[in-house]
């Protein structure tokens, strides 16, 4: 698929799925949207209320609005007209001052910078060769001593899933370099150390040429490990302090079909983002994670 043909899949997907995207997000159980949030939240915390939120590909725009009433300069940038479009009105409803609009990132041209900037469920849906420039554009809009905090679909987790992603994963050869990096985020004590253990490894995998589709109607959606990203962000000269585990599985995901599994999945997968957000051994069992990394 050509990065062209990607992208206006991704737009269409997107434009017209803005009220399903909405609806996940109220989910009173369990949201992987919320659980990237409170990851977000986590980076945010190191920062005085006051301070300057982007939100990259912010959808409906819970992120900002949630950001605004606490106190920060909240916007939220996303390329589907529908997205933001619900995004104001759920801003208006909250009486929020967050600011919205509609755009490409790669034509954003910001009037101030940023103390911490989000991108979730974003870069999965662009280019190798764009995600080095928009990380080389963060570095440029982000403060000095600023934080990035950016989701990605868990590449490692294919070693847990044992389903069509694992066994391509097998016939790439990739499968010893996965478990090795899993081993050392789940064997690790601390968040430094898992970090340490991040940086070290300076992962680098190939992506496959396709890409099972998981209930999003695009067809390539990239994964990154934990390390192969950090590497991305290092070499944009971003410095990676924190990984936050998002959507633990606590069951084989091919249970997922029974109803019962299903629900205490969710609660068990919303007790681990409430509770066990920093917890960074939980990240290999995890389908999404977010890397934290300062502007240093």
């Given at each position: 698929m050509t990065l062209q043909a990607q992208q206006d899949q991704t737009y269409r997907f997107?434009?017209?799925?803005?009220?399903?995207w909405q609806a996940k997000t109220e989910d009173e159980v369990y949201s992987?949207?919320?659980?990237?949030?409170?990851?977000?939240?986590?980076t945010m915390k190191k920062y005085p209320a006051g301070s300057a939120l982007l939100d990259v590909g912010c959808g409906t725009g819970q992120l900002a609005i949630e950001a605004s009433q606490k106190g920060w300069q909240a916007q939220g940038i996303d390329f589907a007209e529908d997205m933001i479009e619900i995004a104001k009105q759920n801003n208006?409803?909250?009486?929020?001052?967050?600011?919205?609009q509609v755009g490409s990132i790669f034509a954003f041209e910001p009037e101030t910078?940023?103390?911490?900037?989000?991108?979730?469920?974003?870069?999965?849906?662009?280019?190798?060769?764009?995600?080095e420039q928009f990380l080389g554009f963060l570095k440029t809009i982000c403060n000095p001593g600023g934080s990035i905090a950016i989701g990605s679909r868990n590449r490692l987790f294919n070693v847990h899933s044992i389903n069509e992603f694992t066994r391509i994963e097998h016939e790439l050869g990739t499968m010893d370099s996965l478990i090795e990096e899993a081993i050392?985020?789940?064997?690790?004590?601390?968040?430094?150390?898992?970090?340490?253990?991040?940086?070290?490894?300076?992962?680098e995998y190939v992506q496959p040429d396709k890409h099972p589709l998981t209930g999003i109607g695009v067809d390539t959606r990239y994964q990154f490990t934990p390390s192969d990203l950090a590497n991305k962000?290092?070499?944009a000269g971003f410095t990676v302090k924190a990984v936050y585990p998002v959507h633990f599985h606590p069951f084989p995901v091919n249970t997922m079909q029974d109803a019962e599994i299903s629900e205490i999945h969710k609660e068990m997968a919303r007790f681990a983002s409430d509770k066990m957000i920093t917890n960074h051994q939980l990240v290999p069992y995890s389908s999404s994670y977010v890397l934290e990394a300062v502007n240093e």
């Open positions: 997107f434009k017209s799925h803005a009220k399903a992987t949207i919320h659980n990237r949030h409170q990851a977000v939240f986590e208006q409803q909250a009486s929020a001052g967050a600011e919205f910078k940023y103390d911490v900037i989000s991108a979730q469920g974003f870069i999965e849906y662009i280019s190798l060769g764009q995600l050392a985020l789940h064997t690790s004590k601390t968040q430094a150390e898992a970090v340490e253990c991040i940086r070290n490894l300076k992962s962000m290092h070499q």
